[in-house]
């Protein structure tokens, strides 16, 4: 069973830098595609950015596209985003998510079947 752990959260100004992590236990497929989303109170649950395991494709919201960097260590089985000049309206709840693929990843949350609990950053003005 897949099991990811997020870490990494927590407060800081706007112009600040974040990196988060999440440790995949558990995981057979020999490809597959993990991806952060976030959830703000009030809205819906986004996958900002995604990460192919075998061709390290990688796609980003318009949102996050110039700041966040995802990245995969397979070595150490361990996601991570590197956030960088934070803004207010990043604070969320961040989610890794995960999902065995013969083909492509998606921006879709129903495409994910693994779920982190979660790990909040807040982003003050």
């Known amino acids: 069973q897949v099991q990811l752990e997020e870490s990494g959260g927590g407060s800081v100004q706007a112009g600040g830098s974040i990196r988060l992590s999440c440790e995949v236990t558990?995981?057979?497929?020999?490809?597959?595609?993990m991806g952060w989303s976030r959830q703000a109170p009030g809205t819906e649950r986004e996958v900002i950015t995604f990460?192919?395991?075998?061709?390290?494709?990688?796609s980003y919201t318009d949102s996050v596209k110039g700041r966040f960097t995802i990245s995969l260590d397979s070595s150490n089985h361990t996601l991570y985003l590197q956030m960088n000049n934070l803004k207010p309206e990043d604070t969320a709840m961040y989610y890794c998510?995960?999902?065995?693929?013969?083909?492509?990843?998606?921006?879709?949350?129903?495409?994910?079947?693994?779920w982190g609990k979660g790990t909040q950053v807040t982003v003050s003005s």
């Open positions: 558990g995981y057979t497929n020999s490809r597959y595609c």
């Open positions: 990460i192919h395991s075998s061709s390290g494709f990688t």
């Open positions: 998510a995960a999902r065995g693929t013969s083909g492509y990843c998606s921006h879709a949350r129903t495409f994910y079947n693994s």
